[in-house]
């Protein structure tokens, strides 16, 4: 299986403040995917990332607060933007390698004060 | 928002014991997938089944598909301490490449 890292594991951010989370895969993939687990729940798409196109977001989830970057087909970022407690998650990427099974980074654990 | 609903939400049971979590979803799938996740950690892929599958072992891990009630159960016969986790199951439809998760389950393996 590859291999798909993520940094920071975890941070601790004043409100108000942003965040960018990187996420690296081993292995050159097209499409790139971004999820939100907030505490107890499942998870919820935020977006999917294409190499050399504007990120497509799910509903419910905007550009402006959750800008995303893919600049090569091993890497991509997700920033956290003005950030409040209710952004108090996990957030996890995912690359779809191998074919059809996607495979996660470790996830970003992320408490707003 | 979620595909579909996991039940149990929660299972408890003895070491050795077999573990049945069942998965439902609403649209039409390309193919469904297992995942296990330990303390709000990563996810870890179990196993893979496509819409044209009906069931699927590895391991310890059998997994079934019923696309005409649109629900996969996951079993872990003779479980252990460390199966405790939370239990997803994630599907991807027909015409896009995304998971959309069901509610989870998680078990708790006593010993």
Known sequence: SAVISQKPSRDICQRGTSLTIQCQVDSQVTMMFWYRQQPGQSLTLIAT?????????????????????????????????NMSPEDSSIYLCSADLEGETQYFGPGTRLLVL | SQQGEEDPQALSIQEGENATMNCSY???????????QNSG??????????????????????????????????????SRAADTASYFCATVPRS?????????????VLP
């Open chain 2, 41 to 78: 950690r990563g996810l870890v892929h179990l196993i893979l089944i496509r819409s044209n599958e009906r069931e699927k072992h590895s391991g310890r891990l059998r997994v079934t598909l019923d696309t005409s009630k649109k629900s996969s159960s996951l079993l872990i016969t003779a």
């Open chain 1, 49 to 81: 990332a294409n190499q050399g196109s504007e990120a497509t977001y799910e509903s419910g989830f905007v550009i402006d607060k959750f800008p995303i970057s893919r600049p090569n087909l091993t890497f991509s970022t997700l920033t956290v933007s």
């Open chain 2, 96 to 108: 896009a490449r995304q998971l959309t998760f069901g509610s989870g389950t998680q078990l708790t």
């Open chain 2, 26 to 36: 609403k649209t039409s799938i390309n193919n469904l997938q297992w995942y296990r």
